[in-house]
């Protein structure tokens, strides 16, 4: 089996980014509205259908805009750690929150999606290795210190996701 990926928006405007293989797929972080995120989907020639899931990393806008309406319009279950959804103030249907802590196995269909707890100023950030059994793609957003973690879970992945704009003075000194 295959994975598909496709960053879908990176940076501090919004995250997202599609992972799956020919029958489901999920989405890590929502950080653009839902229409986008369609609009992206379709120019990609990917069925909005094919989403089983939406896995957030941690509270900030950036990865958070969009979710509550991809989880209302489309009955997708958000997987969020507990602090995580404490931190974020997110409106969504408490029956389609999933927690998750550091070191779950989430298997979506023929997809498994590994979390686990990174650095980042946030309540309780994660990273995921999402996989088929074979094949290993990381998503790794905001990072700034490469933490034990994540240099363990980078070492398995054929490919991944890096974003990272973190910056000491932007966060002491800025808005």
């Given at each position: 089996?295959?994975?598909?990926?496709?960053?879908?928006?990176?940076?501090?405007?919004?995250?997202?980014?599609?992972?799956?293989?020919?029958n489901e797929a999920i989405l890590v972080d929502a950080g653009i509205s839902c229409r986008t995120i369609e609009r992206r989907l379709k120019q990609l020639g990917i069925s909005i259908e094919k989403i089983k899931a939406v896995?957030?990393?941690?509270?900030?806008?950036?990865?958070?805009?969009?979710?509550?309406?991809?989880?209302?319009?489309?009955?997708?279950?958000?997987?969020?750690?507990?602090?995580?959804?404490?931190?974020?103030?997110?409106?969504?249907d408490p029956s389609f929150i999933?927690?998750?802590?550091?070191?779950?196995?989430?298997?979506?269909?023929?997809?498994?999606?590994?979390?686990?707890?990174?650095?980042?100023?946030?309540?309780?950030?994660?990273?995921?290795?999402?996989?088929?059994?074979?094949?290993?793609?990381?998503?790794f957003t905001d990072i700034g210190t490469c933490c034990e973690n994540v240099i363990g879970w980078f070492s398995k992945c054929h490919a991944a996701f890096l974003e990272s704009n973190y910056d000491d003075a932007m966060l002491d000194e800025g808005p």
């Open positions: 089996m295959s994975l598909y990926i496709a960053s879908l928006n990176s940076g501090s405007n919004g995250n997202c980014y599609y992972v799956g293989n020919k896995f957030i990393s941690h509270e900030h806008t950036d990865h958070i805009k969009g979710v509550e309406t991809l989880s209302k319009r489309f009955r997708l279950p958000v997987y969020i750690s507990h602090k995580t959804f404490v931190c974020s103030d997110l409106n969504v999933r927690h998750f802590n550091h070191g779950d196995k989430i298997s979506i269909g023929g997809i498994e999606v590994h979390a686990f707890s990174k650095i980042h100023d946030a309540g309780d950030p994660y990273s995921f290795c999402v996989s088929d059994g074979t094949i290993h793609v990381g998503v």
